[in-house]
């Protein structure tokens, strides 16, 4: 199973760096990292057009394309299995996370895939998934819907249903997704406690 990592990026070189560097920490081969620059003005070009790196694809847009957009556009440049979208301030936390991913997608035959989210505290983010079961933290169980900053979704799902919405710039993209699912699909919706993401938001605003 191989898994393309799409980042899109707006001004937040040095969170990029970070999330670069912990995304090749990663003990799995079959991946790669797709990363679109925003129209970034802080570096973010001449740093990523420096890196040589064979897993790393790098794009540039003359516009910042919002969230949404940029995620289709990345997710139109990849073959794989299954998209994982982070956000250029969120990584992986455990080394076997895309094992750990793989286990879990062929288990529950999972169309989308939520990941606890915790914070530069070490604390869990539980205002992720208010509406969940107590203690969900522990244990897989079915979600409604999953957090932007760190999620993996079917790929062929994700281009069958259209992608995000690109008229939703930033915010609500996963929301409006799920429910096009559910209206067009018979999906399924998992949450993996042992996948963590760590969400340092950058004070660097998107747009």
Not at 43 to 60: A, C, E, M, V
Not at 169 to 193: A, H, M, Q, R, T
Request: aromatic share 14%; glycine share 6%.
């Amino acid at each position: 199973m191989n898994f393309s990592i799409c980042v899109i990026t707006y001004n937040r070189l040095n969170s990029l760096v970070k999330m670069i560097e912990n995304t090749f920490d990663l003990d799995y081969d079959y991946f790669e990292l797709l990363i679109l620059n925003q129209n970034s003005s802080d570096g973010t070009k001449f740093f990523l057009d420096s890196l040589n790196n064979s897993r790393i694809r790098i794009f540039h847009s003359k516009s910042n394309l919002g969230v949404a957009g940029g995620r289709n556009y990345l997710a139109s440049k990849s073959n794989a299995d299954y998209l994982i979208f982070l956000d250029d301030d969120s990584w992986f936390i455990e080394s076997k996370a895309l094992n750990n991913l793989k286990k879990n997608i062929l288990e529950y035959n999972a169309d989308i895939c939520g990941f606890k989210i915790i914070g530069d505290d070490n604390k869990l983010r539980d205002w992720c998934y208010p509406l969940s079961p107590k203690n969900f933290n522990q244990k897989v169980h079915s979600s409604p819907y999953y957090v932007g900053c760190g999620h993996a979704i079917r790929n062929k799902m994700f281009k069958n249903l259209g992608g995000y919405n690109k008229n939703l710039f930033f915010w609500g993209e996963e929301i409006d997704f799920v429910l096009n699912c559910l209206c067009s699909l018979d999906l399924n919706i998992k949450y993996f406690p042992d996948i963590t993401v760590l969400h340092v938001p950058s004070k660097q605003e998107r747009f």
